[in-house]
């Protein structure tokens, strides 16, 4: 079983979504359906992948409620979201003893905690806008823009780590390379990319 962590502002909602959406709720109350179609192309595209929420919505609703507010906004069926992470804040996991050791990259512990509890985790994947996360987490941390949300790049970012040999991978991963920023450019077009400000 591979498992997404997933945070829901700065992933499936945005400035850009807001402000495009001429949202006019509180800006992170709501989910994109744009941002939900790319979250489904990934469960689309890679096999026996489900969902843990990590974000702070968990604290404020079930996991039947954010289903439910995802599924409004697109969500396919096929889409299992199986729990989330526990909370270091509220909770006091103190028995963790790395957490006595330091309490910074409170996400990552809390990713960590879950993790530790589910042997059966043959791959895994973070999606979230910040980056409290641990070092040896780093090469599963996709880590997204909170002024657009969850990307393309993203999205082949989470599938490369889930599946290195996904047929998108395989077709794109010969002729698109990452930027600094994040952003991905064709490789043909690397010489026209430099000449640009950085």
């Known amino acids: ?36 179609k790319r979250l489904n192309k990934i469960f689309y595209l890679v096999s026996d992948v489900k969902i843990v ?5 968990r604290k404020l609703y ?8 995802f599924v409004s906004a697109g969500l396919s069926p096929a ?8 909370n270091y804040i509220t909770d006091h996991y ?3 003893p790395y957490w006595e050791q330091n ?15 589910h042997p059966e ?13 641990l070092e040896f987490q780093m090469p599963h941390f996709v ?14 970012r989470v599938i490369k780590i889930l599946d290195p040999e996904n047929d998108l991978v395989k077709s794109f991963g010969g002729h698109i390379e990452f930027t600094k920023k994040g952003d991905f450019i064709w490789k043909s077009d690397r010489e026209k990319y430099l000449e640009l400000p950085q």
């Open 143 to 156: 880590n997204t823009s909170g002024v657009c949300g969850l990307t393309f790049a993203d999205m082949y």
């Open 79 to 86: 889409v299992e979201i199986i729990d989330k992470t526990v």
């Open 94 to 96: 103190s028995e963790n």
């Open 62 to 69: 079930t996991i039947e409620e954010i289903k439910d507010m």
């Open 1 to 36: 079983m591979k498992i997404i962590f997933l945070d829901i502002d700065g992933v499936l909602n945005s400035l850009e979504s807001a402000v495009l959406n001429e949202q006019t709720k509180a800006l992170w109350d709501y989910v994109d359906p744009l941002l939900i």
């Open 121 to 133: 985790v043959t791959n895994y994947a973070i999606l979230d806008d910040d980056s409290d996360f």
């Open 103 to 117: 309490n910074s990259g409170y996400r990552g512990w809390e990713v960590y905690e879950w993790l530790s509890k």
């Open 53 to 57: 929420i990590s974000s702070s919505w």
